[in-house]
């Protein structure tokens, strides 16, 4: 029970930084205030919560380490970044488009993909709790909620299975009965299924184009000329004429609608 307070702990952190800072930007400053403040005390404490204090920091600094994990795992991101390498790999391309490209177009595309969960997320949880209308216990299971819906809703009932039973958990009855330690690593098994399916519909067509030229060449005897140098035009002149990224992307976003 402990472990999965403190799970969800760090996942609802998590959560509470990924939407304010999708909403951090739409935030007006005040006018009375346009600069924020920050204190910074150094020196002993003579209060008795000292040490209290210095284990919160601890925590506190590792969940904002750990964040970029849960946030991976618990979004969009891990199949859009797959298919995206899955594109510059049946290609062959090498390194083209760069790690940095394929990242910040995965990013964005998570970003456009999971605004109504993180809206929500806002709305029902991160500003009733800056307002002080509602506490941290309860402002994490709000949060909570809405994630669970969108990780169920794109989770295979297979992978779901596996780790309810392997915990022994009782059958939930609901979505929010559902504990965050067997969703998550159900969602990431699922999305990682989905992400290479899609990446093998795209393999087939550049596949065939290396068979063709691999087969023309032997027959015209030049077994010293690699397929690969007159194969990677051709690949790319059906991959720009088929509008290839807009297939790839409309594909991706029709996946979660």
């Given at each position: 029970?402990?472990?999965?307070?403190?799970?969800?702990?760090?996942?609802?952190?998590?959560?509470?930084?990924?939407?304010?800072?999708?909403?951090?930007?739409?935030?007006?400053?005040?006018?009375?205030?346009?600069?924020?403040?920050?204190n910074v005390n150094i020196g002993t404490s003579t209060?008795?919560?000292?040490?209290?204090?210095?284990?919160?920091?601890?925590?506190?600094?590792?969940?904002?380490?750990?964040?970029?994990?849960f946030l991976i795992l618990m979004t969009s991101f891990t199949r859009i970044v797959i298919v995206l390498g899955f594109v510059r790999t049946s290609l062959g391309t090498q390194q083209m488009p760069p790690n940095q490209v394929l990242i910040g177009l995965a990013l964005f595309l998570t970003f456009f993909i999971m605004s109504p969960t993180l809206g929500e997320v806002n709305k029902v949880a991160l500003q009733p709790y800056l307002k002080g209308e509602i506490n941290q216990t309860v402002a994490f299971e709000k949060?909570?909620?809405?994630?669970?819906?969108?990780?169920?809703?794109?989770?295979r009932q297979k992978d779901l299975k596996l780790f309810l039973d392997y915990t022994k958990?009782?059958?939930?009855?609901?979505?929010?009965?559902?504990?965050?330690?067997?969703?998550?690593?159900?969602?990431?098994?699922?999305?990682?299924?989905?992400?290479?399916?899609m990446g093998f519909m795209i393999f087939i067509p550049f596949l065939v184009?290396?068979?063709?030229?691999?087969?023309?060449?032997?027959?015209?005897?030049?077994?010293?000329?690699?397929?690969v140098m007159i194969a990677l035009p051709f690949k790319i002149l059906l991959f720009i004429l088929v509008d290839g990224w807009y297939l790839v992307v409309r594909s991706l976003l029709l996946s979660y609608s």
């Open positions: 029970m402990k472990r999965n307070k403190f799970a969800l702990l760090l996942v609802i952190v998590s959560i509470f930084l990924f939407a304010f800072a999708m909403t951090a930007s739409a935030a007006e400053p005040d006018p009375n205030n346009p600069i924020p403040g920050l209060a008795t919560g000292g040490s209290a204090n210095t284990v919160t920091l601890l925590l506190l600094l590792t969940v904002l380490s750990l964040a970029p994990s949060a909570a909620l809405p994630m669970k819906e969108f990780m169920f809703k794109h989770t958990a009782k059958a939930p009855t609901g979505v929010a009965d559902i504990p965050i330690t067997s969703l998550v690593p159900a969602y990431a098994i699922s999305e990682l299924k989905s992400a290479f399916q184009i290396d068979m063709v030229v691999s087969s023309t060449l032997m027959a015209m005897g030049m077994m010293m000329l690699p397929p």
